[in-house]
């Protein structure tokens, strides 16, 4: 009996050994230790995979952007470079066992330097490469426009940024509930309107320090960007802004809305101008309400997204457009 036991725990374990050996020759795990050990795959069409896939390793590589201090636009943001995630495409592609770029799978690799890595300093724009712009609105006065305004956004499913005044966001806080419902960026555009470069330090902070104070006490979100009212600012506010936490936001473009033009003009003017990283100025009014669809449409058919000023210049890659 006992020997019977010793013949049948041989036969066993001899069939699992068979077994063993078998799955490690395997085409799929060859290639997958060979992938591992970077050793060549000797499979001619998973080796070729392979092939290809290495090939386009350097060809595919795109080197991140530091962010950095230009002379005339100041801080321009950086922009994430691309890495193909080799195991992942590999995997991918052995699905079907032939080559697809559709399935070639890819990793953002952030700048070395972003914004917050240089000193205080305005930002007009969003990085060149990034095919993105943003509409951005300051709100201090035009409430009846402002849901024409909403709605275009809605309706073309874009998310802005409106800078609002904290003295109307006192007066309005429904208001500015509803661009918050919307799910649009909120920023600072100061308390009183004032100029920014007239006023002494402790003013500036006031300014801006009870705009953040309001805005999160009626609508529950503390911004993280400033715009200064009429563009008129100092390095002392922008320093000051950035010790709340807060970038100092200027435009690209300005649709000049308060001079009352007319849409046609607006659009005529900003749309060959519509590029990569641009920030473009509006208030509620009603050149710009009726300007913003055409403006729209224009950003589109150049192949451009349109998101919020932090969607903008943040570092991050717009996936859709590559």
């Given amino acids: 009996m006992e020997k019977w036991k010793a013949q049948s725990r041989l036969l066993v374990g001899g069939l699992f050994l068979v077994c063993f050996i078998y799955i490690l ?25 392979l092939r290809k896939i290495d090939g386009i390793l350097e060809q595919k590589q795109v080197p991140a952007i530091n962010a950095r201090i230009d002379q005339v636009w100041k801080a321009i943001p950086g922009y994430n470079g691309l890495k193909v995630n080799r195991e992942e495409t590999i995997k991918r592609m052995l699905e079907n066992g032939e080559w697809d770029d559709q399935k070639i799978v890819y990793d953002e690799v952030e700048p070395e ?28 006065w035009g409430n009846e426009y402002l849901p024409e305004i909403l709605n275009t956004l809605k309706k073309y499913k874009i998310k802005s940024t409106f800078f609002l ?26 308390y009183s309107h004032p100029d ?24 529950g979100v503390r911004p993280k960007l400033f715009a200064p009212p009429s563009g008129s600012f100092d390095q002392r ?78 570092s991050k890659r717009v996936q859709s457009i590559e």
């Fill in 237 to 314: 506010t922008v320093e000051l802004a950035a010790q709340e936490g807060m970038f100092t936001i200027l435009w690209t473009l300005d649709t000049i809305d308060w001079k009352k033009p007319a849409p046609s003009t607006i659009i005529q003017r900003l749309t060959p101008q519509l590029a990569n990283g641009a920030t473009i100025l509006m208030h509620p009014t009603a050149s710009s309400a009726a300007a913003l669809p055409e403006l729209i449409k224009a950003a589109k058919l150049k192949g451009l997204q349109m998101g919020t000023v932090s969607d903008l210049i943040s």
């Fill in 113 to 140: 330097i972003g914004l917050k890595d240089l000193q205080p300093s305005p930002i007009y724009r969003g990085n060149p490469q990034k095919p993105m712009i943003s509409f951005m609105v300051n709100v201090a």
């Fill in 165 to 190: 005044d904290g003295s109307w966001v006192s007066k309005f806080p429904e208001e500015a509930k509803k661009i918050i419902d919307a799910g649009h960026e909120i920023g600072n555009h100061a």
């Fill in 196 to 219: 920014m470069k007239k006023l002494s330090m402790n003013r500036i902070r006031l300014e801006i320090e009870k705009t953040n104070q309001v805005i999160e006490k009626e609508i």
């Fill in 25 to 49: 020759n395997s085409p799929a795990i060859n290639q997958y230790v060979s992938f591992v050990k970077g050793q060549p795959v000797t499979a001619t069409v998973e080796g070729d995979l």
